[in-house]
């Protein structure tokens, strides 16, 4: 696609219900990224997806947090079990694979996860 | 860690003046880049430098690296409202494909 699309825009949820969220990179883009943003906050990194190496997990915060990526498309955020201070907006990016010459991150305009 | 730390925190100007935002980080890095975010939603990419680069424009946007202090400034120029945003700086490590953002100046350009 023309950018990166995440769904859904707006999530509320119970505490304690599960929610996954996705991410739908450019094409091409072999690189992706997750970041939390609580209220007034930076980014936080979650985790990151290169073609099909193994995944760099060392920001999710719990066993809770998962995420999947297949080869060079769709990723899926979940949150099992939500809580509270899961409550933020979370973003996806991608760039184009670590062998190109821009390591410029574009963003998709975020999924906002409010857990009453 | 090689997390970029910005200050000030935040910035309130006049439309016309001069903005000037720092960011600091703690370890060698390949590039260091500025982004915008409105509303706090998705980032926008604005401007990216070079460890071997000490200054950068684009349009209004300058960019300065030091490497030796660790430390990047930009400055917005002749600012508008429109420029009402929080700004990141991200670092990017040789070798490493994750990129570190500090937290951010929240920029507010007065009419």
């Known amino acids: 696609g023309a950018g990166v699309s995440q769904s859904p825009s707006n999530k509320v949820t119970e505490k304690g219900k599960d929610v996954e969220l996705r991410c739908d990179p450019i094409?091409?883009?072999?690189?992706l990224y997750w970041y939390r943003q609580r209220l007034g906050q930076g980014l936080e990194f979650l985790i990151y997806f290169q073609g099909n190496s193994a995944p760099d997990k060392s920001g999710l915060p719990s066993d809770r947090f998962s995420a999947e990526r297949t080869g060079e498309s769709v990723s899926t955020l979940t949150i099992q079990r939500t809580q509270q201070e899961d409550s933020a907006v979370y973003l996806c990016?991608?760039?184009?694979?670590?062998?190109?010459?821009?390591?410029?991150?574009?963003f998709g305009a975020g999924s906002r996860l409010t857990v009453l | 860690s090689q997390q970029g730390e910005e200050d000030p925190q935040a910035l309130s100007i006049q439309e016309g003046e001069n903005a000037t935002m720092n960011c600091s980080y703690k370890?060698?890095?390949?590039?260091l880049q500025w982004y915008r975010q409105n509303s706090g939603r998705g980032l926008v990419h604005l401007i990216l430098i070079r460890s071997n680069e000490r200054e950068k424009h684009s349009g209004r946007l300058r960019v300065t690296l030091d490497t030796s202090k660790k430390s990047s400034s930009l400055l917005i120029t002749a600012s508008r409202a429109a420029d009402t945003a929080s700004y990141f700086c991200?670092?990017?490590?040789?070798?490493?494909?994750?990129?570190?953002f500090g937290p951010g100046t929240r920029l507010s350009v007065l009419p």
């Open positions: 370890t060698s890095i390949n590039n």
């Open positions: 094409s091409g883009h072999t690189a």
């Open positions: 991200a670092t990017g490590a040789f070798g490493g494909q994750n990129f570190v």
């Open positions: 990016a991608s760039r184009p694979g670590s062998n190109s010459g821009a390591n410029v991150l574009t």
